[in-house]
Antibody, heavy 118, light 110 residues
Framework: EVHLVESGGGLVQPGESLRLSCAAS????????IDWVRQAPGKGLEWVGR??????????DYAASVKGRFTISRDHSKNSLYLQMNSLKIEDTAMYYC?????????WGQGALVTVSS | QSVLTQPPSVSAAPGQKVTMSCSGS????????VCWYQQFPGTVPKLLIY???KRPSGIPDRFSGSKSGTSATLDITGLQTGDEADYYC???????????FGGGTKLTVL
């Protein structure tokens, strides 16, 4: 059975860093695109970034709002994917989801809450 | 302000049909596939439609999607009170080199 489990969320101050993990089970992570999507409290969905699969050399893309601050990486030995978030801003406060893309986002994690506040 | 434009809200009576729109441009909907998601408060979004008009296994045929030019549409027929949720469209934008969501449409079943 396919599962995605995020971890690593928490409360940080502006300018600090945080790394989210997305652990996959039930499938081989390297075969799929994985995107990060976030949702600020009471707001809509916002695409954050993408890590493509092995066939696409694990290339990445990022939303303009996070480019240069956020980095997606993979650890194939752990079947996991990471979102390194640096120079966090108050407006980065959101629930962060990793989602497997196959056609659309067919599986989502339960989310990791990131709160950036002084 | 979202790149894809959705009406903030729509409403219809139980049993009726509702149409939700998602308007974009040639750099996104005009040349890329559209997906639609349903989200209930406090829950993870659920894939309703992918590749403009395909339903994943388990999604009732009351839900259908279409695309014409730079706009996409989600239709829900035989509305049920359980369909009350937020609905989002998303497409890749080749100019931005990123995916873009619509702002979401809140469906109320009166």
């Amino acid at each position: 059975e396919v599962h995605l489990v995020e971890s690593g969320g928490g409360l940080v101050q502006p300018g600090e860093s945080l790394r989210l993990s997305c652990a996959a089970s039930g499938f081989t992570l390297s075969d799929y695109y994985i995107d990060w999507v976030r949702q600020a409290p009471g707001k809509g969905l916002e695409w954050v970034g993408r890590s493509r699969n092995r066939a696409k050399s694990f290339t990445t893309d990022y939303a303009a709002s996070v480019k240069g601050r956020f980095t997606i990486s993979r650890d194939h030995s752990k079947n996991s994917l990471y979102l390194q978030m640096n120079s966090l801003k108050i407006e980065d406060t959101a629930m962060y989801y990793c989602a497997r893309r196959y056609g659309g986002y067919d599986y989502w994690g339960q989310g990791a809450l990131v709160t950036v506040s002084s | 302000q979202s790149v894809l434009t959705q009406p903030p809200s729509v409403s219809a009576a139980p049993g009726q049909k509702v149409t939700m729109s998602c308007s974009g441009s040639s750099s996104n909907i005009g040349n890329k596939d559209v997906c639609w998601y349903q989200q209930f408060p406090g829950t993870v979004p659920k894939l309703l439609i992918y590749d403009n008009n395909k339903r994943p296994s388990g999604i009732p045929d009351r839900f259908s999607g279409s695309k014409s030019g730079t706009s996409a549409t989600l239709d829900i027929t035989g509305l049920q009170t359980g369909d009350e949720a937020d609905y989002y469209c998303i497409a890749w934008d080749s100019s931005l080199s990123g995916a873009v969501f619509g702002g979401g449409t809140k469906l109320t079943v009166l």
